[in-house]
């Protein structure tokens, strides 16, 4: 039996993903003024490298893509072992 067949049955429990696409000091005046719509800007912009974490721990790279207009993760590097 494959590792993938072995925990099959645990294919529809949600986890966590997490990218990082930068980090930003902002004031609560401005963190208030925030709403649907708002734009926080970055200085990371498409095909930059990024990491991505699932349940907290390191697994993998990706690469920032715009794709419609609408900002993605391609992942690049996926960490296959324990």
Not at 14 to 29: F, G, I, K, N, Q
Not at 32 to 54: F, H, K, W
Request: aromatic share 4%; charged share 30%; net charge negative.
């Amino acid at each position: 039996m494959t590792p993938l067949e072995e925990i099959a049955s645990l294919a529809d429990v949600p986890v966590e993903v997490e990218v990082e696409l930068d980090r930003r000091v902002m004031r609560a005046r401005e963190v208030l003024g925030l709403c649907e719509g708002s734009v926080i800007a970055t200085s990371r912009s498409a095909g930059e490298n990024i990491d991505i974490y699932i349940g907290g721990v390191f697994c993998g790279s990706g690469e920032i893509v715009v794709i419609e207009n609408v900002l993605g993760i391609r992942i690049t590097d996926f960490r296959d072992e324990a």
